[in-house]
């Protein structure tokens, strides 16, 4: 009998390597290809590309391409990590002669996400009140050729959350959409940390306008001020992924983002931690992934929301144990690999 197998081609914040532990889970020959262990995360995620110059970069690519063809499944993390810069017109056209099955996640920063934004498609949309990290963002035609190509090869696109599902339903490819899965987090349950005389409270310094960090961190200072002697803040700053995890487990509560409908990979990890999490998770993520409610508590882009829900929660500390308790069952039920390997198989050769 021919063993299963998926490759899992790109790495973001432990998403690849999480997707590839859930196939393993069932039964697959699985491994993720990073091109540098997702920048300062250092990753370690399977078969890496080492930081080299253009040409060593392209060689180092072609060198690969065996090994890539010992799978029959493909999922792309994100038509970034296929862009010529990466050879992808040439690996994209040799996956397809070799019949791979190839499936497109809608996941991160894409033409799609970006186009419909600034048409105000997205509600909440990160992006709204920031500039654009660079002129023509996925915008430019070699952006839009790329997205283009791999929306048309990849057999379904599979949306993470409701932001890139509203974004790809707008284009000529939603035909291809699959219902929202839930990212996977290979996160490890950690021991409950009993909450003591004095909450911990951690916001994650990462992609600083994206999440909303300048509005957590001015609701933080005026929590500091409001309780000084019941809260400590750490702000863990562009850290490998080792080490954030090795701070997390001294924390109580966590602020993952204020933008957007729903939360990202640090939020995941936290609730696998045992932290209380903040981050939008509102009605229109519930929704989308047909949920009633979460262990989250939703927050909005402004001081004055972060304030309100943490005073609630540090003056009410003696629930904290239980809501921890509720983020560790809602992370296994609704993020752990297998059961999100078990959504995508569906769609699998």
Known sequence: MIKKSVLIYGEYSGYGKSLADGFKQLGYKSEVFSFSGDGFKKINSGITLPEKNKIQRYISIIKLIPTFLKFKNI???NPEFVSRKNLGFLILSIFKLTRKRIILMACGDD???IKYGLENIIPNWPYSDIPLPQKDYFLKEKDIF???LIASLAFKIIPVMYDYRVSWEQTKFKNKLTKTIPLACDGELQPI?????KIVIMHGINRIDFKGTKVVKSALNEIEKKYPNDVEIIYPEHLPLTEYLEIMKRVDIAIDQTKGNSYGMNAIYSMFSGHVVLAPAND???NDINLQDSPIVKIKNTKESIVNSLSLLIEAKNMLDDK?????EYAVNVHSPVKIAEKIEHYLI
């Open 75 to 77: 999922i792309i993390i």
């Open 111 to 113: 033409t799609p996400f």
């Open 284 to 286: 229109l993520f519930l």
């Open 146 to 148: 790329t997205n283009n």
């Open 324 to 328: 921890k308790k509720a983020s560790q």
């Open 193 to 197: 940390k009993k909450t003591k005389d």
